[in-house]
Every structure is written in structure tokens, then in C-alpha cells.
């Protein structure tokens, strides 16, 4: 296998991850909220997003703390 194999390879797998993410992402969003609640959890910490920003933003999936984290490189 020659460097350009390896490349291909490591880019498909990249590209294989990445569409299963967006995939999980997108039947998360399309889902009900459980309970009849007003709010989703954030993907990193599990905390309720508020209502405000869902309806800033409806497809947030991270709270403002950790989307600004996030966004900011951080851990």
C-alpha cells in the first residue's frame, strides 16, 4: 500500500465518520422531545439547552457555554 493509498483510506474512514455524526445528529433533531419537555441537552455537557436559544437557534445542540467553547477550540 503506497502513500496514496493510505490517504484515500484515512479520508473515506474520516468521511464515513463524519457522515454517521451527521446522520446521528439529524434523527436526534427530528425526534420529539421526551416528555413534552421545552428544552434538548446539550451534546457535551447534558445540561437543558434553554428555550430562548432553541428558538434563537433550533438546531443548537450545545448550551451557550460549551457552544462557545467549542467554537473557541477549547475542550
Not at 484515500?8 to 421526551?34: G, K, N
Not at 434553554?50 to 475542550?75: D, H, V, W, Y
Amino acid at each position: 500500500m503506497d502513500e496514496i493509498d493510505r490517504s484515500q483510506e484515512t479520508t473515506e474512514i474520516y468521511e464515513q465518520a463524519a457522515m454517521q455524526t451527521l446522520a446521528r445528529r439529524r434523527a436526534a433533531y427530528f425526534q420529539p422531545v421526551p416528555g413534552g419537555r421545552k428544552w434538548r441537552e446539550c451534546e457535551d455537557c447534558g445540561k437543558p439547552i434553554p428555550l430562548a436559544r432553541m428558538k434563537a437557534n433550533p438546531k443548537a445542540t450545545r448550551c451557550i457555554k460549551c457552544q462557545t467553547n467549542f467554537e473557541s477550540g477549547g475542550n
